[in-house]
Every structure is written in structure tokens, then in C-alpha cells.
């Protein structure tokens, strides 16, 4: 009997991690060749590829332009919201990037110095990414649709030697100033950068320079005028290359640290195993360079692998039409594109019958992936009818940097079961667990864990606070990293992912605290105490619905649509308004247990209904051979 090369793989990449990382590591350019592939002498804190030393920048950048492939295009931004088209080859790019590492270096930021990058989706925002990789700086990425009091708390946290931004972001119906927003950011924190690097774009240019400020405001074409291109920092494996602050059940957003070996190995085994994409290849990721996915897939893994990426600043419907994905795979030949199920049940809504879709050659289109929040049947039936291609579901999280359970589509592609995102992937030890931590049978629906160690690529801990990677993630149950995430395997070992079992929101693929909306509701005068569960919603998968009890004496029956408009735009002005909070009710009372706990697990289960939104396997339709 033969065994299949996901089964080979798999059961290698637990049997004996050090041979299947090692050889994966082999694609990789070291400086010096790691002495340990898994280092296990301090668990839980597991370390990959130790005492190695190389720079993720050189591997994305500098390897390709001296194997001569400087003229291979690396990216193609793509900018409906302000009509620009624009092929940057590595070449290109590595010019870019070197000197503006140059840049940062002038400033001040060596190695382990935090730049945080408060960006649109503009190549500059790559640039500085790359550029902080180079010189061994750690990045911390904040996307733009968070409001100033969310940047205020990641600068705090990660103390930045230097902040860059840009003047505005374009979203389909207003141009956003991010300057006005990173000020009043920088005013609240009490960690102030020694600069701020701002990108000024002719939508709606910025003041630079002109208040009286702590730090130096400077602008990026200027600094880049006169920069000297650095070269690449040797720096360790282990070390941090970026911080990427994610959505917790509180209000503290958790910092998690991406180290350079484990990361680049994984992310570049990834591409070609899972998605199936190769040097040369064009691959198109539609999410932004704020979350994990547009870090991992837009930006590392894409030019890891020498393949071409597409930087789309737009969205999926509006920017001008329903059709504009199916023009970009046509106008660049793109192999395989990745986005949220949102953003296809955006386009579902505009577009049901697909005649846009049909406008475009989309001959060059092998596969679709969606990731980034549950992918339901309908829109998978939808997408898989009209287009014609694999659609791929992987599941995965801001903590793993890359896909926990998918369809390896390069490795051995697997017959599709909607509604999973199919079986574990090498590397990651699986398990479904029970309230006492027991291994449950296939069918039996329990806790998501992964055994530990986790893969490469996969958090070693949170920024400065390994207590709370331990408390928040490996507490539950001894020897596991608890996901978060609720679900069951079938018969067949697929794995059935039904949502989050804690108060993390997830919002158009968005995560979200629940903790940080209630925190701008309670900040209201007229507010005693308040709860946010999510509720579903046909578009965003899920939507915050804010419950409040207001302070004895304030006038509800009176002032009630008042409050409640003004805690909808509290919610936009404290977390931003992409947590699209729009229905806040005023109640008499919140349930809570004895001891006055509210209980938000009861609402949700109330707001969610009998419906699990997730057929139980046994109801599945059967699976589609592709
Ligand atoms: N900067 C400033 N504001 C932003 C922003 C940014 N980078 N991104 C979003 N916003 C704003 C939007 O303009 C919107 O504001 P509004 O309330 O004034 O209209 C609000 O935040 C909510 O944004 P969003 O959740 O994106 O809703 P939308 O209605 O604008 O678009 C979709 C809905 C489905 C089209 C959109 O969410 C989408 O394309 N999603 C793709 C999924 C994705 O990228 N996921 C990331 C992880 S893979
Ligand atoms: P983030 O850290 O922003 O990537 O969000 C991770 C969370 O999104 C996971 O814990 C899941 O709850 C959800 N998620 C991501 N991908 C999927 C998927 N394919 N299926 C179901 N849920 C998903």
C-alpha cells in the first residue's frame, strides 16, 4: 500500500520534526546554518532553528536579484480608489527598500528597535515592512481602520523609535486622513517616537512639521531624496521581525511576536505546499497589510518565494463595481487569489448571477482561498459553481501566521467537504479536547487545541509578557495551545471549525474585542454597565450588537435615541469604525450569575440561536471530488 504524500508528510512532520523542518529549512538562504532544528530545552517556550543565523529581507529581496531575477516583477499595486496601476520588479523594490532602510538607520533604529507602520495599502507600506527586516528592526503593523486610541495603546506597548505613516487612506466614499488620527494616537501615548515618517499622497496631503512636537515629523519623498541604501543585518533565528497586535477577550490587545528563521521557512514551505504557488507564479491577495494574511500572504511568503504579488488598494464591490477582482486575474494573469468569504458575499450581493465575473478571461484562475472566518456553504456553492476553480477554505489564525487546517493544494490536493477547511497541516498536532482535556472521539464537538510544540513560523510568545502567552494560551490544558476556536473531526479526519468559544468578534473578517467596544460604551456619562455580544449578519458574517443599562436618573424613555447614537459613534471615535457597531439596545437589566458575573456566554448563545451556522458533518453534503 502506498501512502499518500500528505499522510507521508503529516505524520513525518510529528514523528520527526527535525528532519521535516530541517529539509524545509534547506529553502532557505542562511548566513549560519541553524545548530538546533526544534529547540525544546526551555518548554513551553519552544524555539526553531537555533544558533542560525540570516536576514528575512535578503531571502524576500537581495537572493532573487543576484540569482538575476531583478527584473521579475514583485509586485503590482493596483489602486482603483485613486486610478494608479503600477509593476515594481525586485530590482526595483530592493532599491526601495535599501534605502529606506537607510533611512530608518539615519534615525536612529538598529536592531530590535519597534517601527510601527500605520499605513494605507500603498507599496510604501511593503517598503517599510521590508526595510525595518533588513536592518533586524521589528515592525509592528496597525491597519487603518482602527481609531486613535487602538494606535495609542500599540505604541505604548511597543515604544516605536520611529512611527511612519501617511497622509490619508482612500475608502470608497471618503478619503481618510491618517495624519489628524496618528496625532491624536501620539498625544494620548505616553511613549512618544523620535520621528514620525509621513508618506504624503495628493488625495489629501498632511501638515508635517508645523505643530510643536516631542518628536521630529519628517517626510518620506525628502528622507528618500538623499538616502544611502543600507545592506542586510545579520540577525538570529529567534529573533523578533515583527509584532503584530491582535484582538483579545479584553481590551489589551495581545502582541504577537513573529521570529525571522521559523517564519520564513514556514511561509515559504506554505506557498508552494498549500497554495500550490512557485517562483514566477502571480498570486493575489485581497486583504491588507494590517492583518496577519496580508503580512504572511501579501508581503513574505509571495516574495519568499520569488513569485509576483498583487497589492490591491480597493475593495471587493464599489471600487468601481462587483467585477473588479475578476479584472485584476484578468488584467495580470493571476494564478491563484485569496480573500475573506466576505469579501465573496460582497460581491454575491451586487453581482448574484456573476455577469460581471463572465465579462473577464479568467482562464489563468487554478485556484480561489478564503480564509480569515468561517466559509459558509452558500457562498462557498456560489463562488465553486460560478467561477469554476477550486474554492479552498484554510483556517488559521493571527498566533500561527499560517494555515492550521487546509486543502494542501501543491502537497496533494484532497476531495472538498464545504463547510471544513479539510485536515491539519504538517506540522501541527490537532486535537479536539473536552472540558476535563480528554481527546474526544471523531463526531464529538469540543475545544480546538494543538498540541505542543507548535510548528515554525508559529508565536514563541507575546511581546514582553510570556506570563500572558502562558495564561492566555496554554493554561487551559497542560501540553496544548488552546485556539480559541470551537469545532469537531469527522470519520475522515476532516476538521469542522464552528467558531469562536470565547468573546473575540470577528467582524468581515475583522478580528475584534469585544472587550474594547464595551470599554468605549462604559466610557459614556449616562452608562452604568454594559455588555457587546456578536450577532450574525449576512454580509459580515458577524456584527457587535451593544446591550446597556443606564445610570439611575437618566431619562431613557427621554433621552434614549440620543445616547444610542452617541454610543455608536463612541464605538467609531474609540475603536474605529471598522468594528461597525451599528444597533446599541437599551436594556433594563443584563443577566449575570450569583456572584455577578455578566453572562455573556448565555446572550450569545441566545443572539447565535439554536442555529450553530455550521451543518454537523453527519448533515453534510457530500464531498466534491475536484
Ligand atoms: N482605513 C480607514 N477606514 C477603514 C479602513 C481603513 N483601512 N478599512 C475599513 N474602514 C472603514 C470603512 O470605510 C467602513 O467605514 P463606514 O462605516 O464609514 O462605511 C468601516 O471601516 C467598516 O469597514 P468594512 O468592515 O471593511 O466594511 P465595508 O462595508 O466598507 O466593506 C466588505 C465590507 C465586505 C466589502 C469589506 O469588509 C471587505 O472587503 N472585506 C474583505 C475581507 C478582508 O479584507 N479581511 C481581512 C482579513 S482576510
Ligand atoms: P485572525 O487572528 O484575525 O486571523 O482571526 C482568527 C480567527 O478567525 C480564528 O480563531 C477563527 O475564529 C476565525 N477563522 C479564520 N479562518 C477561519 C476559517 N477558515 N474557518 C472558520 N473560522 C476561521
Known amino acids: ?21 530541517g529539509e524545509a529549512a534547506r529553502a532557505i538562504d542562511w548566513l549560519t546554518p541553524p545548530l538546533r532544528v526544534l529547540d525544546d530545552d526551555r518548554p513551553p517556550f519552544y524555539r526553531w532553528f537555533t544558533g542560525g543565523t540570516l536576514n528575512t529581507c535578503f531571502n524576500a529581496l ?18 482603483p480608489v485613486t486610478g494608479t496601476q503600477r509593476t515594481i520588479s ?7 527598500v535599501a534605502r529606506f532602510a537607510g533611512v530608518l538607520d539615519s534615525l536612529g533604529v538598529g536592531r530590535g528597535d519597534r517601527v510601527v507602520i500605520y499605513m494605507p495599502m500603498v507599496p510604501e507600506a511593503v517598503v517599510a515592512m521590508l526595510a525595518c527586516a533588513r536592518i533586524g528592526a521589528v515592525h509592528s503593523v496597525v491597519f487603518g481602520g482602527f481609531a486613535p486610541s487602538e494606535l495609542a ?8 523609535v520611529v512611527v511612519v505613516s501617511a497622509s490619508c487612506g482612500i475608502e470608497p466614499a471618503r478619503v481618510v486622513e491618517y495624519k489628524p488620527l496618528l496625532d491624536a494616537a501620539l498625544d494620548r501615548s505616553s511613549h512618544k517616537p523620535e520621528s ?35 545592506a542586510c543585518v545579520e540577525v538570529a533565528a529567534t529573533d523578533p521581525l515583527y509584532i503584530l497586535y491582535t484582538s483579545g477577550t479584553t481590551g489589551r490587545p495581545k502582541g504577537v511576536v513573529r521570529d525571522n528563521g521559523g517564519h520564513a521557512v514556514a511561509l515559504r514551505w506554505s506557498m508552494e505546499n498549500v497554495y500550490g504557488i512557485r517562483a514566477g507564479d502571480t498570486w493575489f491577495t485581497a486583504s491588507d497589510v494590517g492583518w496577519v494574511v496580508g503580512h504572511s500572504y ?10 509576483t504579488s498583487v497589492l490591491y488598494e480597493g475593495k471587493p464591490v464599489g471600487t468601481p463595481d462587483a ?16 480573500t475573506a468569504p466576505t469579501a465573496y458575499r460582497a460581491i454575491k450581493r451586487e453581482d448574484p448571477a456573476g455577469e460581471l465575473m463572465r465579462r473577464h478571461d479568467l482562464s489563468s484562475l487554478e485556484t480561489v482561498f478564503l480564509a480569515g472566518e468561517r466559509l459558509d456553504p452558500d457562498t462557498y456553492a456560489w463562488a465553486t459553481d460560478r467561477l469554476r476553480v477550486p474554492v479552498v477554505d484554510n483556517w488559521w489564525q493571527t498566533e500561527t501566521g499560517w494555515p492550521i487546517a487546509a486543502n494542501l493544494r501543491g502537497l496533494e490536493p484532497m476531495p472538498i467537504k464545504p463547510g471544513s477547511p479539510t485536515v491539519p497541516v504538517p506540522g501541527y498536532d490537532v486535537k479536539v479536547l473536552a472540558d476535563d482535556g480528554s481527546v474526544l472521539e471523531p463526531g464529538q464537538e469540543g475545544a480546538i487545541c494543538l498540541r505542543l510544540p507548535m510548528p515554525p513560523g508559529t508565536l514563541p510568545t507575546l511581546w514582553e509578557d510570556d506570563e500572558r502567552y502562558v495564561a492566555g494560551y496554554l493554561s487551559a490544558f497542560e501540553g496544548y495551545y488552546l485556539t480559541g476556536d470551537g469545532g469537531l473531526v469527522d470519520e475522515d479526519g476532516y476538521l469542522y471549525v464552528m467558531g469562536r468559544t470565547d468573546d473575540v468578534l470577528n467582524v468581515a473578517g475583522h478580528r475584534l474585542s469585544t472587550g474594547s467596544i464595551e470599554a468605549a460604551l462604559a466610557g459614556h456619562a449616562a452608562v452604568a454597565e454594559c455588555a457587546v455580544i456578536g450577532v450574525a449578519d449576512e454580509l459580515k458574517g458577524q456584527v457587535p450588537r451593544g446591550l446597556v443599562v443606564l445610570k439611575a436618573g437618566v431619562d431613557a424613555a427621554e433621552d434614549s435615541e440620543r445616547i444610542r447614537a452617541e454610543l455608536v459613534e463612541r464605538v467609531r471615535a474609540e475603536v474605529g469604525p471598522v468594528a461597525s457597531l451599528r444597533r446599541v439596545d437599551i436594556v433594563p437589566a443584563l443577566p449575570k450569575t450569583r456572584s455577578g458575573k455578566i453572562l455573556r456566554k448565555t446572550m450569545r448563545e441566545i443572539a447565535d440561536g439554536a442555529n450553530r ?11 466534491s471530488r475536484r
Open 153 to 160: 495603546v500599540r505604541i505604548e506597548h511597543a515604544r516605536p
Open 323 to 338: 467585477g473588479a477582482f475578476w479584472k485584476v486575474i484578468e488584467d495580470y494573469g493571476v494564478k491563484s487569489m485569496f
Open 613 to 623: 451556522r455550521c451543518p454537523a458533518p453527519s448533515r453534510m453534503p457530500q464531498s
Open 62 to 79: 537581495d537572493r532573487h536579484v543576484e540569482a538575476g531575477l531583478g527584473e521579475r516583477a514583485a509586485l503590482h499595486y493596483v489602486s
Open 90 to 96: 525586485y530590482g526595483e523594490l530592493l532599491d526601495e
Open 196 to 230: 514620525v515618517i509621513v508618506l504624503q499622497r495628493e488625495q489629501a496631503r498632511a501638515a508635517v512639521g508645523e505643530r510643536d512636537t516631542d518628536w521630529e515629523e519628517m517626510e518620506w519623498a525628502e528622507l528618500m531624496g538623499d538616502a544611502e541604501p543600507a
Open 298 to 307: 501579501i508581503v513574505y511568503a509571495p516574495l519568499l518565494t520569488g513569485a
Open 1 to 21: 500500500m502506498t501512502t499518500s504524500p500528505y499522510r507521508a508528510a503529516y505524520e513525518l512532520s510529528l514523528s520527526d520534526p527535525d528532519a521535516f523542518w
